[in-house]
């Protein structure tokens, strides 16, 4: 995770993909570094906050 200008990153801090349009990775592969104990509850989380974004940036009007 980071910006579009660091080579190593794959998605930026909305969890959107650089270089593809309306793709989204919202799992345990977006942690920079991968925690010393259990990935379950940092997944949960990510997971979490990734469906608020996505909430966030839906545009139900266009429904």
Do not use: Y
């Not at 942690?31 to 990510?46: E, K, L, Q, Y």
Request: hydrophobic fraction near 45%.
């Amino acid at each position: 995770m980071g910006p579009a200008s660091d080579r190593l990153a794959v998605v930026d801090p909305r969890l959107r993909v650089h270089g593809v349009k309306g793709l989204r990775v919202i799992d345990a592969s977006v942690m920079p570094d991968i925690p010393a104990a259990h990935t379950n509850g940092p997944t949960i989380m990510i997971a979490e906050k990734g469906a608020d974004m996505i909430k966030e940036d839906w545009d139900f009007n266009k429904r």
